[in-house]
């Protein structure tokens, strides 16, 4: 059980990182288009 | 690969349109010779073959857009604002996943672009390029030629604020939903071990981890994502009116800093998993009305296109008559410019050459053209009706009358219509109330039991949802307006759906509206000494000028080239008077064209074909006859409304025997004719002094007064430019008398939105109120705890909310 006093905090500042990299990424223009790359899919541009 | 096959009848393989049965346009496409309807899809059909995509044929899902056979807008005064190879572009016509993998490929084909990318969500276009070895309007001719229409976006625009409100608010979502999730992971142990205490199954000390593990992660929820409510009801009382941020922000403060307390104090519930929680959904609410606000903003900007971007400036007048075309707004005052007839005045000038009418009714109501000459000044955005003309310039484009038009239009998107402030002034007595009863509750149980004081408080204030008023009557408004776009209906002022369900008579206009406007010439009668082909290239000269769908059939009649009239005038309502080649006609109605030849008509038309007289001094020389078809879905709509209620009625300026003859096949019961613009006013004020509420579907440079004049106003499609500013709500996608366009059904489609809309704002109004009821006296009497209160807000919200958004599929 004493892990615990480890693991939580650890878990916390996963979070925190996690919530950086969210925001990296929603600047630069991620989130933006959310229909475009399912379309893209089914492109065919092999040739 | 989709077989988007037909049956027998020829239908354009481009854009699904049917074609004429011995269509003269085809498309090589592959191997197969493929049926066109128009020079336009021909066009753009034979340049995506050319440069080598037709798989976009093999792979697309919806057919394309007919593209647009006017002449292309100067495209190459583009060129002068985007010199540094950068640039956004909104693309019109975008219809499915092909048009994707088309449009980029094609572009990125084009010498010099180094990147192009196509955001389909908000359908424009990102491109970098060369400047030195390409330039914007290669690309936007590029673009023209496969069937896409393109041009600069402007993120001054009020779709831009959204779309940024958009973003904070997904940002917001994204960290709560993050909170949420993980507190859940420390409350549910809490929970779990129950409320015993025993040191074997939780002691303390974890549970006071717990806690401020808890906590700190409520904190980037509280403080970042719960911003915007709590700036809310900071601004709400600073007005001095509780809205709905009020409840809200005061729940989420008193349980956070209740829950803070317990913590510090190591005793008492933290109640952190339902502040997250509740945030969350609320968020969630919020985001899902105003994406469907965004949306239905998009297409506003389109119309606001309508302003003309670009003059005819005159080099050097009046040396020479050489035009350049230039951007409207970079005229200066001093600048000559060309003015051509059906075209708006780009700025404000005064006219140097030329006699015309000039139709002003946009900007003073008037509904006669006023004719205007040398020395006169024209207000910017009013329509040239007759002929061409230079005007000297006085005012720049961004002051000029038109301008201010656009401006309003976009002030009035962005007004509430009558029910939803009606649903704003309600929530803010509810909240008043709400306040007073948690006040009176904590009061209450501080005096019978001070330990259940707090929670009942806060379970009160959180469980309370005024949803229905504040965000589900939005929701609902926003999501209506999406699906009438969908369907190509576009309403211009807020008041449309509310007041088309309260509307008791329907009065349609015949021309243009019931029929397609497109009329065509049956039969020609000659009365005088001057043969047939001669009438008709006479009157072609004297029709050459106007945008009439009378002139229209006149001019596609004549199969030799016109000559040219001189002095020609044009009457609203009546006729044009010219001289052509030395001789002086009149073409028109008959009490028109009597007052030149004398005597009366010798042979009146027959029933149901409206005819058009031309005279000359020595006599009647001819009646053209010509008919107009009904639309395929009059008779559907008309039935449709008179199904629900409403008394339909047609007022047509036409003569009496064709208005009656069409109003038999409809099976509309009164039915005027030969209404001059004034006689349909006094009739709908007649009705109106009545007490009726009037609806006017109504087409043409005749009905702008009347549209304006009406309770609510539709006016369908490519009608003149005039109606479509005056009427209320604009039918897109119809109108240019197409075979197959779809017209008016998207009239009886509005109005069964409007039922249904005011259909889902009552029920959501209903389920409030048995929510409420039941809600915050079990809350009161200390029955719910916190977290029960949260998810039964939430579910609420999201509820009332996804209910409105129904309206969307329908």
Known sequence: ?47 | MRDIARDARETCWHCGQPAPPDTPWHAAIGDARRPMCCPGCAAAAQAIADAGLDDYYGSRTAFAACPDQEDAPALALYDEGMLDGDGVFSVEGIRCAACVWLIERRIAALPGVIAVRLNVATERLHLRWAPEACRPSAILRALRAIGYNAYPYDPSRHGARLERERKRLFLRLFVAGLAMMQVMMYAVPVYLAGDAHDPDVMDGDMRALMGWAALLLTLPAVTYSAWPFFRGAWLDLRRGLPGMDVPVALGIGAAFGGSVASLLRGQGAVYFDSITMFIFLLLGSRYLELNARRKAAGALERLRHAAPASARRLRSWPASGEADTVAASALAPGDHVLVAPGQAVPADGVIVEGDTEVDLALLTGESRTRRMGPGDAVPGGAVNVAQAAVLRVTSSARDSTLALLVRLVERAGQDKPRIALWADRAATWFVAALLVLTLAVFGAWQWIAPARAWPAAIAVLIVSCPCALSLATPTALAAAADRLLRHGVLAVKPHVLETLERATHVVFDKTGTLTHGRLVLRATLTLGALDRPACQRVAAALEAGSAHPLARALREAAHAPAPQASDARYLVGQGVEGVVEGRRYRLGGAAFVAGLAGGAPPAPPPEGLTAVWLGSAAGWLARFDLADALRPDALAVVRAFQRSGKTVMLLSGDAEASVRAVAERLGIVDARGGQLPADKLDAVRALQRQGAVVAMVGDGINDAAVLSGADVSFAPGQGAQLAQLHADCVLLGSGDGKEGDEGLWPLAETARVAAATGRVIRQNLAWAMVYNLSAIPLAACGLLNPWLAGLGMAGSSALVVLNALRLRRG
């Open chain 1, 1 to 47: 059980m004493e892990a615990l006093y480890l693991l939580i905090p650890l878990s916390l500042i996963l979070v925190a990182f996690a919530i950086w990299i969210f925001f990296g990424a929603a600047e630069s223009g991620q989130f933006d288009d959310l229909d475009g790359p399912a379309l893209r899919v089914l492109q065919d541009d092999d040739r």
